[in-house]
């Protein structure tokens, strides 16, 4: 035992029950490999005692990857959804309603990671020391994967595929909506929209808390959204690429250059005080090659949580 009663076997006491909302296991692009495949994850979560695991992917419907290892992997149980990159013709409702019934049905419908214009409009290269986006050099980039790209209305009514979209989610109240990877605006937009149309589970995602603020991060819980913390964007991988969205070797982002204030596992404890534990969601966004398998990234979460001075029931809810 550690001082203060800290202690590895403590950490792994509180992996019993969790489930981790946010793991990238295999296939995926060979440029971006996963450390594990979705079946060794699975089993690997219900031998540490876990109770379920939501495989996100980039460029297919994951409820399809969470069917098959269902059917191979007993006593365990995981989840898959949509998440409506360019791949899925970006905020398309056709892809939501196949998603509906395709391997059992999708657990949630994420607007978008690498292919939002969040996203999209920030990623480039350093040329000779200076960092210059894709959308400034390469007109075909801009042309048709910016040009693509997720958007959300802030400041006017939402397009009528958006509006179709939500109204599926709210006709089937067990589906998250998650906002994705777009801007802080866009984010409590979406969350606004889905409170309106009496969506009953949403989830700000996990690049959302880091760009914005207390006010807005509380407004989004006030809604009823769940705030989403990932352990992938501290540690030892900070800064090197993580996941590959295009085929195209060029298109890989150098680290983005930012004005935005400088976050960290400590304002993730911080946050969860002032939150609420009851209003945010921890998860490890592992999976790729260069980190711990993701039910150690949760476990060393936890821990990381627990010497910040959360609580034991503060984890149990958190996770």
């Not at 540490?48 to 695991?53: D, N």
């Not at 309106?196 to 808390?209: G, L």
Request: with cysteine; net charge negative; hydrophobic share 40%.
């Amino acid at each position: 035992m550690l001082p203060e009663g800290r202690s590895i076997q403590k950490s792994r006491d509180l992996l019993k029950g969790a489930i981790d909302i946010h793991i990238h296991a295999g296939p995926h692009l060979t440029t971006s490999p996963r450390s594990v495949t979705p079946v060794e994850a699975a089993v690997q979560a219900r031998d540490a005692g876990m109770r379920a695991l939501v495989y996100m992917d980039v460029f297919q419907m994951s409820n399809g990857t969470a069917q098959i290892v269902n059917e191979v992997v007993p006593d365990f149980i995981t989840y898959g959804g949509v998440n409506l990159n360019t791949v899925f013709g970006g905020i398309n409702p056709r892809a939501v309603r196949t998603s509906l019934t395709y391997a059992g049905g999708a657990k949630y419908v994420a607007f978008g990671t690498h292919s939002t214009h969040w996203m999209a409009s920030r990623e480039g290269h350093y040329i000779d020391g200076e960092f210059k986006t894709f959308q400034s050099t390469d007109e075909k980039f801009k042309r048709e994967e910016l040009g693509r790209s997720i958007r959300i209305p802030v400041d006017e009514a939402p397009t009528p595929e958006i509006v179709e979209i939500l109204e599926m989610v709210a006709a089937n109240p067990d589906i998250y909506l998650i906002t994705g990877h777009v801007s802080a605006p866009e984010a409590v937009r979406l969350v606004e929209l889905g409170h309106e149309y009496d969506i009953k589970k949403m989830v700000a995602s996990s690049t959302v808390f880091k760009i914005a603020t207390m006010d807005q991060l509380a407004q989004m819980a006030d809604l009823g959204c769940l705030i989403e913390y990932t352990l992938a964007a501290y540690g030892h991988s900070s800064g090197t690429r993580k996941t590959d969205y295009y085929a195209e070797i060029k298109y890989a982002s150098d680290y983005i250059p930012n004005n935005f204030p400088k976050t960290s596992i400590k304002t993730v404890a911080a946050h969860i005080n002032e939150l609420g534990a009851e209003n945010c969601i921890i998860a490890s966004d592992y999976g790729v090659y260069t980190m711990a398998p993701p039910v150690e990234g949760l476990r060393e979460f936890i821990a990381l949580l627990l010497d910040l001075g959360l609580s034991d029931e503060q984890i149990k809810t958190v996770v």
